[in-house]
């Protein structure tokens, strides 16, 4: 387990000083562990002008017939600086088909995510081209806050489905804990 969050915590700031502009020498150290929570842990880190609170879990089961992927992660992001909340992201491991959607199922709710690269994202809260086929932030957190599972399907640019199970035992819990250590109600 120790590994596991070891390994986690160094992709979670990898692909934080990536996605974020200049976050890399900001996120050099490594971040607060909030705790582990079942099968997500929780960060807190301090950024230029504000704080950014995240949990990261990793799929229970990864399926498709490839030879090789990368690292397959979920985050949920709060980023004070940038009075984002819950922003709900995507790793596949692979770069997707390009403009393709990727489907989330949670129980017997499906929404769809966007993709660009090797991610995929709801949409922001804030979106004013409300595309009425695209889940969300708000939608996709309040279905993992009720869901025991959820699958992802994606496919890749060289046409491989990819099937991804991650368990949503202690998403809740970890939700509250970044968002009591990042001061969001």
């Avoid at 909030?34 to 704080?51: R, T």
């Avoid at 990727?102 to 499906?110: M, N, P, R, S």
């Amino acid at each position: 387990m120790k590994n596991a969050l070891h390994s986690t915590r160094f992709f979670v700031l990898a692909l934080l000083a990536f996605l974020v502009p200049g976050a890399g020498p900001v996120l050099a150290a490594d971040p607060d562990n909030i705790g582990s929570f079942i099968d997500w842990n929780a960060f807190a880190d301090d950024e230029k002008g504000g704080k950014v609170c995240y949990i990261a879990s990793s799929p229970q089961k990864a399926e498709g017939k490839y030879t090789k992927r990368g690292d397959i992660h979920v985050l949920v992001t709060h980023r004070n600086t940038q009075k984002n909340v819950g922003v709900v992201s995507f790793i596949a491991g692979y770069v997707y088909e390009k403009e393709s959607l990727v489907e989330v199922k949670i129980g017997a709710k499906t929404l769809h995510l966007y993709s660009h690269d090797d991610k995929a994202w709801a949409l922001d809260d804030k979106d004013k081209n409300n595309i009425p086929f695209l889940a969300h932030d708000r939608d996709m957190v309040r279905a993992m806050k009720r869901g025991l599972e959820m699958v992802v399907k994606g496919t890749s640019s060289r046409g491989t489905v990819t099937t991804d199970t991650y368990s949503l035992a202690g998403f809740s819990s970890a939700y509250d804990a970044i968002s009591k250590a990042c001061g969001v109600k």
